[in-house]
């Protein structure tokens, strides 16, 4: 594949990390040349983060032969609100500007997962460790993330990369998908715990009767907390009418393909997605920091660089860029006795 180097010291990333956190504070434009940093500099984790990612494929495949496996690169507009909000974060030092996941049927999978990656022998230094099953974000947001820093003898400049490992359940990544797609159509940061109180609620309590459904109980009344917010807010219809407005999907098909850059407008109702070989990832991140620039003035629009093993499976590892909630709806369902 095409490796991707650091062409800025560690200092100069720093720094360009701290102007574009400064911009985005005071809402003026980012800096040119602070954004080809910072886009190299994410860029430089996609060797890494393929390599750390055949590890996950790996150990999740012998627990759950139909895990579902997916990577991508941190979007822009996510890192700089992230600078921003944690001041004392640096660019050079953020955990999760590559990111893998796997997405498995059961919470014991999970924890089997976990506990293989753990025990392969590699040299990369696991840096950090979170379990948000046993203790969930205040958001409700649960999965398990592990980051290892990555070592290798053959490109040295890329050495203590960090790359973030997600591992979920399918109940737990239905529920994640369903945050991202209300938080585009509503032009608000849900994921972030920003935007609408009622929402963020919702979030929260369906997170608790979701991890209840996961652990095995059956629902014979809708529970009445759940049952009032779903009213209030009109989930059932605000949700499908998500996915009805994302039905129009223009792909250009790659038999070759690695690298999948996603736009998302919600407003219009589309969804594009050009593939790129593996010999043209540098093409592919300067097309989606232009992406990204195009997408930065309209109201939920988003633009993404993932990776997944088919075009095919593009849906079921990033369903919110298609506005795909069924699953949610489905679990959803489930506890309100539909």
Not at 40 to 52: A, I
């Amino acid at each position: 594949m095409a490796i991707v180097q650091p062409t800025s010291s560690k200092k100069a990333v720093m720094k360009a990390g701290k102007e574009l956190a400064d911009c985005y504070d005071q809402g003026c434009a980012l800096q040119e040349d602070s954004l080809d940093i910072l886009n190299n500099w994410r860029l430089s984790h996609s060797y890494p983060l393929e390599k750390l990612r055949a590890y996950l494929e790996q150990c999740a495949q012998e627990v759950d032969s139909k895990a579902l496996i997916a990577q991508r690169i941190k979007r822009v507009p996510s890192i700089v609100g992230k600078l921003n909000r944690f001041p004392s974060m640096r660019l050079d030092r953020m955990q999760d500007l590559g990111g893998c996941r796997a997405v498995v049927s059961s919470i014991n999978d999970v924890y089997k997962v976990v506990e293989k990656i753990k025990n392969t022998r590699f040299m990369h230094v696991l840096k950090n460790e979170k379990d948000y099953i046993k203790e969930p974000k205040a958001s409700g947001y649960r999965s398990y993330h592990l980051v290892y820093a990555f070592q290798n003898k053959k490109y040295e400049k890329l050495n203590g990369l960090q790359i973030e490992m997600q591992i979920r359940t399918a109940v737990q990544h239905s529920w994640a998908t369903a945050v991202e797609v209300v938080g585009a159509f509503t032009d608000q940061s849900l994921k972030s715990s920003q935007g609408n109180k009622r929402w963020l609620e919702f979030f929260k309590i369906s997170s608790n009767y979701f991890q209840e459904l996961e652990k095995g109980k059956r629902f014979r009344s809708a529970p009445e907390d759940l049952k009032v917010i779903c009213e209030e807010l009109n989930v059932n219809r605000f949700v499908q009418a998500c996915a009805v407005t994302a039905n129009h999907i223009d792909k250009e098909n790659n038999q070759w393909a690695s690298y999948f850059l996603m736009e998302m407008n919600p407003q219009e109702g589309y969804i594009h997605v050009t593939s790129y070989p593996t010999n043209m990832l540098k093409k592919a991140g300067e097309d989606y920091l232009e992406a990204e620039q195009r997408c930065k003035d309209i109201d939920g629009a988003e633009a993404a660089l993932v990776s997944t093993n088919n075009l095919n499976n593009l849906r079921n590892a990033y369903p919110n860029y298609f506005a795909d909630t069924r699953t949610f709806m489905n679990n959803l369902g489930r506890v309100l006795g539909n």
